[in-house]
């Protein structure tokens, strides 16, 4: 039982179960969307759990997506260049792109190589705005992970102005505990701006996260704050959302 509103949380017994889960959910969604408007606009987590959904996405048998109607984009980057091992491009192009027939023009990564982090912040800003009136009605479908300290995207507990910031993409700069300092990310008011968000999360090291964002609702972890428009989808597997927190 949750207690955070329009959220669904469904568990599978592992990381690849779970993949498969929010595969299957968010590829029928593509496909109902489809039917009632031109194109489908997926912001993509980075970090290490949506490694294999990517790669299910990018595995779907011929002409399973239409991706030349799908327009990707990213919740957040580490400042680094897109060919450095850490950078969240370089890891969706090695799951998912290499794989995908998807049209150059319609995969929208933050940039990283600007005159500054603040520029490439803008310039983004301005991506999202050419696709977006408004920072309230923005992605079909966000997919966001969670940290152990929970944060989400690079919204960090640290990260102050997490709500009212007027920005659309921000600079950040990560707490020592992290590998890469210098992030950008979305605003929690453009994630939240999405239809639909899928969250995943995976192994014991998120359970305390996990219970504060869905059952305690602490207000200091920024998953907390993830509130779509629509519908937040939690796959979670056992090992991060154990039988005795359902
Ligand atoms: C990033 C992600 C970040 C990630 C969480 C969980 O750039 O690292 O956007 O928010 O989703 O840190 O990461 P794991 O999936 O590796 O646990």
Known sequence: MVDAPNATVHEYPDRE????????ALVTDIHDVLRRQDRYTLALAGGSTPRRL????????????PWNRLHLFWGDERYLPHTHPDSNVHMVRE?????????????????????SAAADAATYASTLQAFFNDRT??????????????????????????????????VVEAPPRHDVSTR?????????????????????????????????????????????????YWYVDHAAWPTSEQ
């Open 184 to 232: 950008l990310t979305c605003t929690l008011p453009v994630l939240n701006g999405t239809r639909q968000a899928f969250v995943l999360v995976s192994g014991s090291q998120k359970q305390d996260a996990l219970r504060g964002v869905l059952k305690e609702r602490d207000p200091s972890l920024p998953g907390t704050h993830v509130d779509p428009q629509g519908h937040c």
């Open 54 to 65: 990517y790669e299910l996405l990018g595995n779907e048998e011929e002409g399973a997506l």
């Open 17 to 24: 179960a779970l993949s498969h889960g929010a595969a299957t």
């Open 137 to 170: 009605d923005t992605f079909d479908t966000v997919l966001l992970g969670l940290g152990s300290d929970g944060h989400t995207a690079s919204l960090f507990p640290e990260t102050s102005n997490l709500g009212d910031t007027d920005q659309w993409v921000r």
């Open 95 to 115: 799951m998912l792109l290499n794989a995908a027939p998807i049209p150059d023009d319609n995969v929208h990564p933050m940039p990283t190589q600007g005159n």
